[in-house]
């Protein structure tokens, strides 16, 4: 039997027929304003109350303001760094400023595939990390994207090997098809893609699981949420191009 890991994200765990196989790599696709942030901070956070320590790479915003958006949805993550079960990478500052006075993690040059690995691996064992986000994967190649495969593969193999399970958020673009790039997309072991579609003039949000290696998983494009307390998905309601349908 596949050992899982729970999402613990109310209804996803429904949708993937009981939660992500261990040790894959899922790609979190979506365009700006979906939730992949939300989502894989929410990930990490229920990890922690299954005792499964988790490292979140920031990429795209400082860490300062991460840890102040996870608390907003009442994910106080400080604590669990102190006791070294949750840990921040820093690849946004590259050390500038204040951060290198307390942040223990810090990638100084992104383009340096070497330096991520090393940090994120010492990161990793440092806490024995069973869960990784990187959010977002596509910063590491967004001015080269023939490296992408490359990139993504090596990563894979470093996280496989150390036996976490990850999400690597990947972005795309309004109305963009896809999950972000050939080589990308081929490379994992998972895609959840979340979308943003107006209909009827309204916002409505969705995700599909288009990919998950070693289950059988929803087929469906089920309708989520996002409230105060995070996200919330809707495993018996299916999105239609012409609105919500309960099944
Ligand atoms: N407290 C909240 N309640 C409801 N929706 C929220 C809340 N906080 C953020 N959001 C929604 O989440 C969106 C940002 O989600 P995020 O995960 O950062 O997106 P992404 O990483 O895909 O760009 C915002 O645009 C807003 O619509
Ligand atoms: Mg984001």
């Known amino acids: 039997m596949v050992r899982r890991v729970k999402t613990g994200i109310p209804g996803m765990d429904e949708i993937l027929h009981g939660g992500i196989p261990e040790r894959n790599v899922v790609l979190l696709s979506g365009g700006p304003g979906t939730?992949?942030?939300?989502?894989?901070?929410?990930?990490?956070w229920n990890g922690l109350h299954m005792g499964e320590p988790g490292v979140y790479v920031a990429l795209e915003e400082h860490p300062v303001q991460v840890r102040g958006n996870?608390?907003?949805?009442?994910?106080?993550?400080?604590?669990?760094?102190?006791?070294?079960?949750?840990?921040?990478?820093?690849?946004?500052?590259?050390?500038?400023?204040?951060?290198?006075?307390?942040?223990?993690y810090i990638v100084h040059d992104?383009?340096?595939?070497?330096?991520?690995?090393?940090?994120?691996?010492?990161?990793?064992?440092?806490?024995?990390?069973?869960?990784?986000?990187?959010?977002?994967?596509?910063?590491?190649?967004?001015?080269?994207?023939a490296l992408a495969r490359g990139?993504?593969?090596?990563?894979?193999r470093v996280l496989a090997g150390l036996g976490v399970t990850s999400i690597f958020?990947?972005?795309?673009?309004?109305?963009?098809?896809?999950?972000?790039?050939?080589?990308?997309?081929h490379g994992v072991d998972g895609i959840i893609r979340l979308d943003l579609d107006e209909?009827?003039?309204?916002?409505?949000?969705?995700?599909?699981?288009?990919?998950?290696?070693?289950?059988?998983?929803?087929?469906?494009?089920?309708p989520f949420e996002i409230t105060g307390e995070g996200i919330v998905v809707y495993p018996d309601k299916v999105l239609k191009r012409k609105g919500v349908v309960e099944l």
């Open 35 to 44: 939730g992949k942030t939300i989502f894989s901070q929410q990930f990490l």
């Open 70 to 104: 996870m608390a907003g949805f009442g994910w106080d993550v400080r604590k669990y760094e102190d006791e070294g079960l949750f840990a921040m990478v820093d690849a946004f500052t590259a050390g500038i400023g204040k951060s290198k006075e307390y942040e223990r």
């Open 110 to 145: 992104l383009t340096d595939v070497r330096e991520f690995v090393d940090v994120l691996r010492t990161a990793i064992k440092d806490i024995n990390a069973k869960r990784v986000v990187i959010d977002s994967v596509t910063t590491l190649y967004i001015n080269k994207p």
């Open 151 to 156: 990139i993504v593969m090596q990563l894979k």
């Open 169 to 185: 958020v990947s972005q795309i673009s309004v109305g963009e098809r896809g999950f972000g790039g050939p080589g990308v997309e």
């Open 199 to 222: 209909i009827d003039g309204e916002l409505k949000r969705s995700l599909i699981v288009w990919k998950m290696r070693g289950t059988s998983h929803s087929m469906r494009r089920h």
